[in-house]
């Protein structure tokens, strides 16, 4: 039997500052990703049964967080949700890694929307939740490097044209 992909080997990297540095996004206790397929159904008269094709992708990933004091990769959903940000000012760029494999590890890019929705719920831990909403159009698959085998960073390298 294969060895099962642990949930620890796909890790996601959120864009600081400066542009082009990605920080580990370390705290969160939920990052699950969602396809949310849109479909098309219908029937056609000279048919017993409905046909349905999916047309879309709405992809979206669900977050909670435990904040962390000064956490670099906290700091742009914190600053979002805090600053009731809007419009461009509430996008983040995420870059996901799937260390499964063997380098050169599989990474995609893409742009997402940080729709708030809770904070503050445990009694433990200062919490913020809510939904990352992917721009549409901003997916890239590329691969990925870091200088510390990926325990804090990661560069996103974009597939070479041609």
Known sequence: MSPIVKRSQKVSFVETTPAGAYARMKGFTALSHAKNPKEYTRQYVDEDGETTDVVGFSPSME?????????????????????ELTGD???????????????PFKAVKRQYLVVPGTEGDGAEAYTYGGTLK??????????????????TNAT???PVAG
């Open 134 to 151: 992917a721009v549409p159009g901003t997916k890239i698959v590329g691969t990925a490097t870091s200088t510390d085998e990926f325990k």
């Open 63 to 83: 977050f909670a967080l435990d904040q962390l004091l000064a956490d670099a990769s906290q700091k742009p959903f914190i600053d979002i949700i805090d600053g």
């Open 156 to 158: 996103f390298v974009p």
């Open 89 to 103: 000012a509430a996008k983040v760029n995420i870059i996901t890694v799937d260390l499964s494999g063997t380098a």
